[in-house]
């Protein structure tokens, strides 16, 4: 492969320059908040991208295109009517009054006089540049626009997207050209957010491999559900088609990306033999802080990933192979002006010259957590993708990068007056990610009541057996009413059902309990407490069991793995109680991948069958094997566990502490 694109770039230089075509119009710098309020995603980011390709010689280089605005037919094949009718009105005289408040019932967007047009733009010129590339015309494009598209949905504008431009250029082709001869299309949506929009469009639809690399952070990072989850591959002809590879977390770079590629796209990429590459790119998983401005750009305020200008070009470089080299990049997210500018020069100096621009990897190796995500997905997919397969070698897996700690301090050198120290760092993340990444405008959730669901499990009790925090009453009471309690970092919205236990009884098993992970979202830095389902008459655990409802059971399940309370059906209903309950330490995972979606049933209790939830079997294994780190809990959790202990089984502080202690030496 790597000789062949050697070759294929010798035979164009030899034939002249590759024919690249940039599209950009100034028009699309109209849509921006209806007061000039300011906002990431602004017109200054287009401009920026604009001004690098300018001075640094880049556009002479190229075919310079002009934008159009789509056609009304091609929106439709992705777009409902009342969606494209919103959109095309949205700028006029009449909605003056409303326009904002219409803005208001959607998540993460704006509207002003200029949206409309800019949002016809967008997708045109998606549409325009597709064309040039499938008919033969220019080599290779990329279109500079805004608003971005991955997010918007058939009949929903969300994360400041309008029309889904990347869907509409690819169903164009399919649907509206057919005579251009594309069948079969791959997207690449490497943008630091879920594609969801995309990936909606086109879930049924085998002529289009979506395939995104995005922060999850299991469901925590926007839009925060787990549409981004591997586990989602597409539904009738298009199962296998739909490709996530979801990160735990915001410190990957392009050592991880480029795993990524290597061991799950590439090889997919060759199997499926797309006519034609459309990216969503997205430069907003770029490097948080700047060590050498010269070949790093700064950070993203959204993304908090570490890809560099030059990974990015690395990245489109390892695609040129496929569909002759003929791929268009669509512009998506990325706020940092000068990240995306550099980002964006740095891929059109790869689709000029068929090679990545100078740099070197920051780090040799992915996380161990890349590698875990690399395996899960490719187990995923193996049966769709026979090259997915084989299991990657131990030597390969076992090479992997240092923890954030030791690289953010390994960074610092003099030149880094400004980089922040690696205790700041917890904090940066915190300030600067957080509230930016939960992009969603009206944080309130609300849990729709009504759900058949809900009123059927409303009535049904279990006795849930809790064996950490939620042992002391207190910090429990938080998953039911709300709030939190000392030591806890991150609030807890409560059940949809307020209502206190019936009844709360101690109780012991006999398994271990044991404490893993370097950090949570409720607590911190340190351990949280999970329990080995395996039946062991030497262990004691003790257990506070709450009497509730199979519904509130469900919102504790939600909110220990930090997804919507607001869900169509349960985690877990009434059959697959049943289904466990036959056997004691019966234990099934009903949400893949989570830190606590595994359902343990452990037995009855006045005839209410029992039942607790911890980790899978095969985070087990890997806590077994060292993959996943053992570690003692923080001051304030472990306290929360003393004061449960102290309150309900009465042992003595003493007595409680060296309970904990026995835990924390073993698995
Ligand atoms: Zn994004």
Known sequence: MERESERKSDEESVNGQRRVGILYDDRMCRHHTPDHEDHVENPNRLRAIWNELQSAGILQRCVLLGAKKAEDTYLHLVHSRSHVNLIKHISSRKFNERRSLIAAEFNSIYFNEGSSEAAYLAAGSAVEVVEKVASGELDSAAAIVRPPGHHAERNEAMGFCLFNNVAVAARYLLDGRPESGVKKILIVDWDVHHGNGTQK?????????????????????????FDGFYTKVGEGAGVGYNINVPWENGKCGDADYFAVWDHILLPVAKEFNPDIIIVSAGFDAVYLFCKKEVDLAVGDPLGGCRVTPYGYSVLLEKLMNFAEGRIVLILEGGYNLDSIAKSMRACLEVLLEGKPVTGSLEEAYPFESTWNVIQA????????????????????????????????????????????????????????????????????????????????????????????SNMWKARFNCYLAGGQVDGMVKHCS?????????EILWKNFPCHIFFGRDSSDSWGQGGVAFLNPEKKLTDKTYMCMYKISLEQFNDILFQENALSLDADSPLFDINTLNAISDKEFNSLEVVKGAWYGNIV??????????????????DIKRFKSGKL??????????????????EGEKLSEAEAIAYIDGAVKSL
């Open 629 to 646: 780190p053992l570690r003692a809990p923080n001051e304030a959790y472990a306290n929360s566990l003393i004061k449960g202990l102290v």
């Open 201 to 225: 469009m086109f879930w049924n639809d085998s002529r289009v491999l979506f395939f995104s690399v995005h922060r999850h952070d299991f469901g925590r990072f926007y839009p925060s559900n």
């Open 377 to 468: 997905v490719r187990e995923n997919l193996s049966p769709f993708w026979p090259s997915l397969a084989s299991e990657l070698p131990q030597e390969l897996i076992s090479k992997v990068g240092p923890h954030l700690h030791t690289l953010i301090s390994s960074s610092e050198d003099e030149d880094d007056k400004g980089a922040p120290s690696t205790e700041n760092l917890e904090e940066l993340l915190e300030d600067v990610i957080k509230p930016l990444s939960e992009l969603k405008v009206d944080a309130d959730e609300e849990i729709d009541v009504s759900s058949t669901w809900r009123s059927e499990l409303s009535n049904v009790y279990i006795w849930y057996a809790s064996y950490g």
């Open 601 to 618: 049933y452990l037995g009855k209790e006045q005839d209410v069958p029992v039942i607790t939830m911890t980790c899978s079997l095969l």
């Open 494 to 502: 409560g059940s949809a059902n307020r209502t206190l236990p019936k």
